[in-house]
């Protein structure tokens, strides 16, 4: 199976993704992307991952439009802006979702309050990437 997930900044939401997927199952082809990738992983999606027991500190943000042209089998939407601008794909993809998650490097507040943000929106990932997962 071959997976493409997106998001604007491809640094945080989409990353977490993408090393849940992996972790799953090592079978799947797994990438992720962004339609206007950061410069680098958020160093906080990294360190709540490795909490995880999930390694995603050697992953690079990647800019879509160089997977415009494969073939998926999802391409999977986690955040509304990527969902609303999200190009056309004149590769064959069999399955396009949307699995819109909040932005936990957006979140204003104390390094603890925020660093619970993040675990809290890499839980909803990890579980609602298990549901879809198993339905496969």
């Not at 699995?99 to 507040?109: N, R, Y």
Request: hydrophobic content about 35%.
């Amino acid at each position: 199976m071959k997976i493409l997930i997106l998001c604007t900044g491809n640094s945080c939401r989409s990353q977490m993704a993408h090393g849940f997927l992996e972790s799953f199952d090592k079978r799947m082809e797994v990438f992720s992307a962004g339609t206007e990738p950061a410069a680098r992983v958020n160093p906080m999606a990294v360190d709540v991952m490795k909490k995880a027991g999930i390694d995603i500190s050697g992953h690079k943000p990647a800019l879509v439009d160089q997977y415009l042209n494969e073939t998926w089998d999802y391409v999977i939407t986690v955040c509304d802006k990527a969902n609303e601008t999200c190009p056309v794909f004149p590769g064959k993809v069999r399955n396009r979702l949307h699995m819109g998650f909040e932005d936990p490097s957006e979140f204003k507040a104390s390094y603890v309050e925020v660093l619970n943000e993040f675990y809290r929106i890499r839980n909803e990932i990890r579980d609602e990437f298990y549901k879809l997962y198993e339905k496969n």
